[in-house]
């Protein structure tokens, strides 16, 4: 049931607030709108992409483990996937994933959600040794 609200939910959401923009802006400027999200939420998730990769390339190289790194690595990852999906509610999600206070807490969020699950056995992992 949840995959079917996100699946058909987020895209009903998504059309009807672009019909109510392309209503207020008109359509050219809407579609202008949508283009230039994701131009520069590209450009945004690659600068920051390289940045994470960096970051993780540099903690391996000291013998850290990279793990916080990786998972905001996988942030601006769906960050970015976001902002070359079409939609304005998208755009504020993968925008929100690019600016890294907002990123910072939503992995802090994330990494709590996971180590609850796994706490109350909801997940089973397997240490490294």
């Known amino acids: 049931m949840p995959l079917g609200l996100l699946f058909v939910g987020i895209p009903l959401i998504e059309l009807a607030l672009l019909i109510y923009i392309g209503n207020y802006l008109g ?3 809407t579609v202008l709108l949508v283009i230039v999200t994701g131009l520069v939420g590209a450009a ?5 992409g390289f940045t994470a990769l960096s ?3 540099n903690n391996m ?3 850290t483990p990279p793990g916080d790194d990786i998972l905001q690595g996988g942030l ?3 960050g970015g996937l976001l902002l070359l999906t079409p939609g304005v509610l998208t755009d504020l999600i993968g925008f929100a994933l690019l600016i890294p ?7 802090a969020a994330l990494k ?3 180590m609850n699950k796994i706490r109350r056995g909801d997940v089973r992992y397997h240490r490294i040794q």
């Open 76 to 78: 601006i990852l769906i």
């Open 44 to 48: 945004l998730a690659r600068s920051q």
């Open 61 to 63: 190289a000291q013998g």
């Open 112 to 114: 709590a959600f996971i």
């Open 101 to 107: 206070p907002f990123r910072i807490r939503a992995a």
């Open 27 to 29: 359509v050219f400027n």
């Open 55 to 57: 970051k993780i390339r």
